[in-house]
């Protein structure tokens, strides 16, 4: 037999501990998550851009136009990769901010 009084938490302070522990843990997993991802994203423009390196190098006959487009392509590939990197680096400030943010409120709720 259970009572009414058994299903409630006894601290409330305490449930409000874990529950901003928890969300600081997924915070921290979500940052982490991003700079992996950022990792990911650069390693495939970087090889990317290896590739068309390459493809102009490795041209036994000069044939300007080819050599400019594989030029232009490499342009416009590393000014996505600024672009993604920069969206990246937004995102992980962000979470940085609010692992800050949640653990400023898990020290002040743990002085109490």
Known sequence: ?????????????????ES???VYK???ETRNFEINQL????NFFMLFQGVLLAA????Q??????????????????LYQLQMASGAKF???WWESRVDHYEK??????ER
């Open 91 to 93: 995102w992980q400030e």
């Open 105 to 110: 409120k898990l020290r002040s709720l743990k």
């Open 39 to 42: 990792i990911h994203r650069n």
């Open 61 to 78: 006959t000069s044939k300007p136009f080819v050599e400019f487009i594989i030029c232009v392509a490499g342009v416009f590939v590393s």
């Open 20 to 22: 901003l522990k928890s």
């Open 26 to 28: 997924i915070c921290i």
């Open 1 to 17: 037999m259970s009572t009414e009084n058994e299903k409630t938490p006894k601290d409330p302070h305490k449930n409000d501990i």
């Open 56 to 59: 102009a190098l490795q041209n």
